[in-house]
């Protein structure tokens, strides 16, 4: 069974190694401290970030097959 694709959409990188001796309290302590970096990065970064992912979601246009129209028409 393939895993999930990353939010990311990359399908290598870097494996993370979670001890599996992590408490309860250990794992929500990482999982609350990501999510605040999370959070610092999108307020420093929030207008530039929504350009970036605007950016790869849109399709790629191929133009070459419209004919284009003299500029004395």
């Not at 069974?1 to 990353?6: F, G, H, V």
């Not at 990359?10 to 999370?38: C, K, S």
Request: proline share 10%.
């Amino acid at each position: 069974m393939k895993p999930d694709p990353q939010p990311s959409g990359l399908r290598r990188g870097v494996h993370f190694l979670i001890n599996p001796e992590w408490t309860p309290e250990q794992a929500l302590a990482v999982f609350e401290f990501l999510n605040d970096l999370a959070d610092s990065i999108w307020s420093h970064y929030c207008v530039n970030l929504q350009e970036l992912i605007q950016e790869q979601q849109r399709t790629p246009t191929d133009h070459s097959d419209i004919e284009t129209v003299p500029s004395s028409f």
